[in-house]
């Protein structure tokens, strides 16, 4: 989804603020929410992407306003209500108030994964452009990469695809990529390259190849 | 809520993340979904063994041993686990290498991935909209701003951690510290330097 988190290129958020000798946890919610967090995983309460795209889905000021803890918290609390193990009514009786939660998962559900890929596609050095094409539910292919050429540096693992897992009980495998995109092909000026790691379906080949 | 929160003799009152905080947990220890005894442990770990100084016993062995350098790069995950290093959100590492042409600098754009085992959980500033959405676009003004002035005829490279690989920096050894010993040079590597936010 274009939602908030795919933040990369985005801009008016200002200075960054680094505070010197910053503990692991701020505050002890913080190391409980760390605690909730694993242990929901141990308990097999998500996999990467729907825990991923639970966060993803928290109304956007939410997101803006919460740090790191929060936004697990959230998204912990919302896939334990989606999956039956807890309601929202006990959580926000035990709370003594509101329980935000995350918005309804608006991705499509995918009954055929579809079989894995473990030959890759491209070789380093091929030119790919990535796709461009805007999903409801979850995926790990920033906005700011969608439609543009890039170089392909490394391939990497072959890997189940974040898009399909957030949404379906099966898994598709497919190889991973590092693609380099030149600045000027990113945002029409010069400047440095960035490296951004894509699953095999997110590119197409160009006609440079 | 609970008076055990508040420091000193006199309770505070929690707020709202606390109390929803402490809600759940206390909702899935009843419910038998988790067992906070283990989890303490697993969180600890997280908290006290793991952290930058592991990062630091990687760059610094790098520095003193060109084959171990060699294998680093070819093989990042192999490397670093013959210092006992590995485990979630490492399975799959690769470290870049820093030269006078080229300085190398880790972000996740879309939430917060991070190397666990060699730098520890991330600190605030990894994990904010300024960062994540600043240092793919403008990377050169933002080092700068961060206190990180690279040479206009070093290439910034950018890495979006994106997929399943996470990243560390092997950062260059500082100028004048060739005659020190392995762990007097482990010493020098700092968290930053190994995201690619500082050079040594």
């Known amino acids: 989804m274009d939602g908030v988190h795919d933040l990369g290129g985005m801009q008016g958020f200002g200075a960054v603020v680094v505070e010197p000798g910053e503990p692991v946890f701020h505050e002890q919610w913080e190391r409980r929410a760390a605690v909730i967090t694993f242990g929901s995983f141990l308990a ?21 306003d919460s740090t790191y803890y929060e936004h697990w918290l959230t998204g ?70 969608r439609g543009h050429k890039g170089t392909i540096v490394r391939i990497d693992i072959v890997a189940s695809v974040p898009d399909i897992e957030a949404h379906s009980p099966s898994s598709r495998n497919e190889p991973t990529y590092s693609v380099r995109f030149e600045a000027a092909e990113l945002w029409g000026e010069p400047g440095d390259p960035v490296h951004v790691d894509l699953w095999d379906n997110y590119l197409e080949p160009t006609d440079e190849r | ?56 016993k990687v760059v610094g062995r790098a520095w003193v041993d060109p084959d171990y350098k060699r294998r680093l790069l070819a093989d990042g995950t192999t490397a670093i686990s013959e210092l006992g290093f590995a485990g979630p959100e490492g399975d799959h590492l690769v470290v870049v290498e820093n030269t006078p042409s080229v300085h190398n600098v880790i972000v996740c754009t879309l939430c917060s991935c991070y190397p666990w085992p060699v730098l ?68 020098l590597v700092t968290r930053d330097s190994m995201i690619g936010v500082a050079v040594l």
């Open chain 1, 44 to 64: 097999g309460a998500s996999n990467g992407g729907q825990f991923r795209h639970s966060i993803e889905r928290m109304d956007p000021s939410h997101y803006l």
């Open chain 2, 120 to 187: 520890g959980l991330p600190p605030r500033w990894y994990k904010s909209p300024p960062y994540r959405s600043r240092m793919v676009r403008e990377p050169r003004a933002l080092l700068r701003e961060m206190g990180c002035e690279i040479d206009d005829g070093t290439e910034i490279r950018v890495w979006d951690s994106s997929a399943e690989v996470r990243y560390l920096v092997l950062p260059m050894q500082p100028d004048g510290t060739d005659g020190l010993t392995e762990d007097e040079l482990t010493a």
């Open chain 1, 76 to 145: 912990v609390a919302t896939r334990l209500v989606e999956a039956g193990l807890i309601t929202r009514d006990d959580l926000e009786e035990r709370t003594g108030g509101p329980f935000p939660l995350s918005r309804p998962d608006r991705g499509m559900r995918v009954d055929d994964p579809g079989a894995d890929v473990t030959e890759a596609r491209f070789a380093v050095g091929d030119q790919v452009r990535v796709r461009n094409w805007h999903p409801p539910g979850h995926t790990r292919c920033p906005r700011y990469v």
């Open chain 2, 1 to 56: 809520m609970s008076a055990e929160t508040g420091t000193h003799h006199h309770p505070r009152p929690t707020s709202p993340i606390e109390d929803r905080v402490a809600a759940l947990e206390a909702l899935l220890v009843d419910k038998g979904i988790i067992d906070t005894d283990a989890l303490d442990g697993i969180v600890e770990h997280y908290e006290h063994e793991l952290g930058p100084m592991n990062g630091a």
